[in-house]
C-alpha cells in the first residue's frame, strides 16, 4: 500500500513563495508519474502540474505556468511543487497524487494514490 503525506502549506502574502513536499512510501516510486492538483472551496478539484517517472517531462496548468515548478528526488521518494509569485486566487487546499503511466495526467480519476491535502492561503 502507498502512503502519500504532504508538507509545506500555510499562510503567505501575495508575491511570496512556498514549497510544497509530498514523500512516498510503501512502494517502488520511480515506477509512478506523479501529479499535483488543488481544490479551493466550493469549487471542484483541479490539476496544478504533473511530472514523469523519471523526471525529464512536466507538465503545467496555464493558471501556474512560470510560476510553479514540480520536480522529484526518486533516491527520497519525495517530489515538490515549487510555488513562486502566489497570488490570492492560488488559496487552496493542495493534493499529491501518484499514477502509473504518463498518459490522462491532468484528470484525477486516473491516479491510484492520493496524499491528504496541506492548505495554502495567499492574503492579498
Known amino acids: 500500500q502507498v502512503q502519500l503525506v504532504e508538507s509545506g502549506g500555510g499562510l503567505v502574502q501575495a508575491g511570496g513563495s512556498l514549497r510544497l513536499s509530498c514523500a512516498a512510501s510503501?512502494?517502488?516510486?520511480?515506477?509512478?508519474?506523479m501529479g499535483w492538483f488543488r481544490q479551493a472551496p466550493g469549487k471542484e478539484r483541479e490539476f496544478v502540474a504533473a511530472i514523469n517517472e523519471n523526471g525529464g517531462i512536466t507538465y503545467y496548468s496555464d493558471s501556474v505556468k512560470g510560476r510553479f515548478t514540480i520536480s522529484r528526488d526518486n533516491a527520497k521518494n519525495t517530489f515538490y511543487l515549487q510555488m513562486n509569485s502566489l497570488k490570492p486566487d492560488d488559496t487552496a487546499v493542495y493534493y499529491c497524487?501518484?499514477?502509473?503511466?504518463?498518459?490522462?495526467?491532468?484528470?484525477?480519476?486516473?491516479?491510484?494514490?492520493w496524499g491528504q491535502g496541506t492548505q495554502v492561503t495567499v492574503s492579498s
Open positions: 497524487g501518484l499514477k502509473r503511466g504518463w498518459y490522462l495526467y491532468t484528470r484525477d480519476y486516473s491516479y491510484d494514490y
Open positions: 510503501g512502494r517502488t516510486f520511480s515506477s509512478y508519474a
